[in-house]
């Protein structure tokens, strides 16, 4: 069952996601993550620039990131709390958590535009190590419980595992000559 079309039926808001499954929390964070901002009316281009990701194609539309296609949701192995007053994620506490950014994450770049749920969850962890924010702590910003039997460590909830880097770019430094050192 693909998540996009089927919860979408089911609510009209951000709802709080619980699940056991470990393996879905990534997906669930994109869900969520694209359900705040397509709330809030922001671009998808915020969180792919904020997130340093980007794709063979240019991202103009949230119908791009879909979570129906290659990586789904399995509806059934997650409860979904209706019940939501006084869940409130907010642009700040995002924006907060997204600060700076720029000067520490890698540029991650994929051909596949349907990976960018695990592209987006791997920096999310980066930027959590280094805050020292913990798996659990960052899915409560996305409105996430997780219920299953991993503890709450980046050893065990390891999202950037999903990911396999196929070549790594660089740029020399401007030191000056390798001879005058």
Same mark, same amino acid.
């Given at each position: 069952?693909?998540?996009?079309?089927?919860?979408?039926?089911?609510?009209?808001?951000?709802?709080?996601?619980?699940?056991?499954?470990?393996?879905?929390?990534?997906?669930?964070?994109?869900?969520?993550?694209?359900?705040?901002?397509?709330?809030?009316?922001?671009?998808?281009?915020?969180?792919?620039?904020?997130?340093?990701?980007?794709?063979?194609?240019?991202?103009?539309?949230?119908?791009?990131?879909?979570?129906?296609?290659?990586?789904?949701?399995?509806?059934?192995?997650?409860?979904?709390?209706?019940?939501?007053?006084?869940?409130?994620?907010?642009?700040?506490? =995002?924006?907060?958590?997204? %600060?700076? /950014?720029? *000067?520490?994450?890698?540029? &991650?770049? @994929?051909?596949?535009?349907?990976?960018?749920?695990?592209?987006?969850?791997?920096?999310?962890?980066? =930027?959590?190590?280094?805050? %020292?924010? /913990?798996? *659990?702590?960052?899915?409560? &910003?996305? @409105?996430?419980?997780?219920?299953?039997?991993?503890?709450?460590?980046?050893?065990?909830?390891?999202?950037?595992?999903?990911?396999?880097?196929?070549?790594?770019?660089?740029?020399?430094?401007?030191?000056?000559?390798?001879?005058?050192?």
């Amino acid at each position: 069952m693909a998540i996009d079309k089927n919860i979408d039926n089911i609510l009209g808001h951000q709802p709080i996601l619980s699940t056991p499954n470990a393996e879905q929390l990534q997906l669930l964070v994109g869900y969520q993550a694209k359900d705040i901002f397509i709330g809030k009316n922001i671009d998808p281009s915020y969180i792919i620039t904020k997130a340093k990701i980007s794709f063979d194609q240019p991202v103009s539309s949230w119908d791009q990131l879909s979570l129906s296609g290659k990586h789904h949701i399995e509806v059934s192995r997650i409860t979904i709390f209706n019940d939501n007053d006084g869940v409130f994620t907010s642009m700040e506490d =995002i924006e907060s958590f997204f %600060e700076d /950014t720029e *000067f520490y994450l890698p540029n &991650l770049r @994929s051909r596949d535009i349907e990976d960018w749920p695990l592209l987006l969850t791997s920096q999310i962890q980066r =930027i959590c190590e280094l805050k %020292e924010i /913990t798996p *659990f702590q960052i899915l409560s &910003l996305f @409105s996430i419980i997780y219920t299953g039997p991993e503890s709450n460590s980046w050893d065990t909830i390891n999202w950037k595992d999903s990911i396999v880097p196929v070549f790594l770019m660089v740029t020399i430094s401007d030191r000056g000559s390798i001879y005058d050192n």
